[in-house]
């Protein structure tokens, strides 16, 4: 019990690291009103690992703050995320083995920061311009991050299940 525990929280800690880097190793892309955050491909990892959705969560948290973005940002985008990856847990866990699960688990993720982000730049950072436009400009980025690399890593990944071992 107490290993599960520890490979549990080892596993959130890596997750929450390798999304910090992602995120500050590409943050000229990584924020702004067009942006495609790389990290967010590791939002599909809730179809493998519960140890993925706090992960998620701490990883954007930390990569906001070390990212320079404000509070509102800090909190507010990284609550997205931490609802994407909520999302996309429950796909994989209802939805097992469907051809269509990983493209499925690809949506939460996306319209939570369709949502979220463009209404952050536009009242937290007072970015002018349209809120559809943002919602354009950040679902294209989204769909990039989430709907091809996220799917691409999903491939990859399910022939590797032993990886992910105490889920």
Known sequence: MQNKKVFFLTRAALIAAVYVVLTLVFAPISFGQIQVRIAEALTILP???????????????????????????????????LIGALGTYYIGKFAKESASMPFLAALPPIVA??????????????????????????????????????????????KRKNIFVYS
């Not at 179809?47 to 906001?64: D, E, Q």
């Not at 937290?124 to 559809?132: E, T």
Request: with cysteine.
């Open 113 to 158: 920061n369709v949502i979220a982000v463009p209404l952050i730049l536009r009242y937290a950072y007072g970015v002018d311009l349209p809120l559809i436009f943002l919602m354009a400009t950040i679902g294209m980025g989204e769909f990039l991050s989430c709907g091809v690399l996220g799917v691409g890593l999903y491939y990859l990944l399910r």
């Open 47 to 81: 179809v493998f690992t519960s140890a993925a959705v706090p992960g998620l969560f701490i990883g954007c948290l930390l990569g906001n703050i070390f990212g320079g973005a404000i509070l509102t940002d800090i909190v507010f985008g990284s609550i997205a995320t």
